[in-house]
């Protein structure tokens, strides 16, 4: 397949329902990267660099160099809130980032204040906002989403938009008849079917708008036929699900080095504690259901113990995550995990991560809303795997195990990349260094 990538031309607006730690974050972070006074690390899209051609030519452009991305001076930002809060004080309240960097971008912030929110008490418990919209039902909450997204493109003479979920967790939920068929989901707008989620109604409104949709939470959101269906329909780039940071990204880190050496595993425990709102809201049981499958997914995929049984077959694994104030958004996980190697013995490896939950997300948003505009420029709608690398739960096609290793998931965003622009592939295998070497003997 051929691709032509249109020039990121104009200005790019980011939208983001839930303008709490992560995304405000990100947006103060921006700024400050903006006017010189910090450094976008972590972020692949703006210091990462790519390998183009041979080992021999020393081709390492940077992947903002490489591919036509959005420049960080063309992004406007936008979002929607249950409280009122300025992006300033949400920021605040979030307490990640220290005062005086908030401070030095105290008129940007201020100036973006979040749209009212779509919003369903009974998908969050434990929030109480009551900066929301009402409507007769669904579908008029989704064309009011609609009208944000029209009024905000014409209000900041944006090009283009994306829009990134940066909202709290959603209670579980498994997909229903409702979520099967565009006309289903569309018929359940109208009749206010409970099990459609508010994180849907945004995705619908986003398609129906041409707006490519990133989904950082562990909720359904467009991991259903019917939203998946609206963008194949639509031709709009649409991801998910969850950020990987903190004790996921160490797990996809490590596991794939165990099971690349043949090493065993009898048990994986893992636990955390944290006090930010995200924390908050997951210590309501529903909410930390839709949270622990996501999380739980990513051994199996790894090991595949039906096909390691040896090895991998009574693998224990667990997950826990504890709401402990005093943390706030400095989440601190333990991981200890039981191997076993030559002729069955034990050994213990201990991780004690005190980690920044939000300072690991803040880049993966930039990307994603950067690579899922790129996607679209590049005309390649609906599931878009080659994402996967930001994501604890990839979405995939329906029947396509998700690949969860993280160096086969860059591979594969950069092969994407190298695919997209006409660069020839990266496969590892290096022979030919030693064929031309013989060849000139
Ligand atoms: N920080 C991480 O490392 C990380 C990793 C993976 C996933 N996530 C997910 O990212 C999301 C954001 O995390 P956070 O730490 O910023 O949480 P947060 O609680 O600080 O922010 C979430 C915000 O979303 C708002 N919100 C909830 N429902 C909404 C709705 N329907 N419409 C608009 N706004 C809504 C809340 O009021 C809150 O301000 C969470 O779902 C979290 O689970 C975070």
Redesign the pocket.
Known sequence: MEYEVRKAEGKLGILI???????TTLIAGVEAVKKGISQPIGSLTQMGRIRLGKRTEGRHPLIKDFVPLANLEDIVFG?????ADNVFE?AMH?KVLEPMLLHAVKPELEALQ?MK????KS??KN?D?THVKEGAHKMELAEALMEDIRNFKEEHGCDRLVMV??????KYIEPSAVHQTIEAFEEGLLNNDPAIA??MI?AYAAVKMGVPFAN????LTVDIPAIIELAKEHEIAISGK?????QTLMKTILAPGLHARALGVRGWFSSNILG???G???DDPDNFKT?EVSKLSVLDEIFKPESNPELYGDMYHKVRINYYPPHG?N?ESWDNIDIFGWLGYQMQIKINFLCR??I??APLVLDLALFSDLAQRANMSGIQEWLSFYY?SPQTAEGLAPEHDIFKQLMKLQNTLRHMMGEDLITHLGLDYYQELMESL
């Open positions: 329902p839930g303008l709490g730690a992560v995304a979002g929607w809130d249950v409280y949400a979030a979040p929110a779509v919003f369903d998908y969050a929030l906002g979920w940066c909202g709290s967790t959603e508010p994180s945004y950082g939470a562990p909720n969850d950020f990987k940071t903190g930010n709102r995200d908050y809201v997951l949270k958004d989440k939950d939000s690991l997300a604890k």
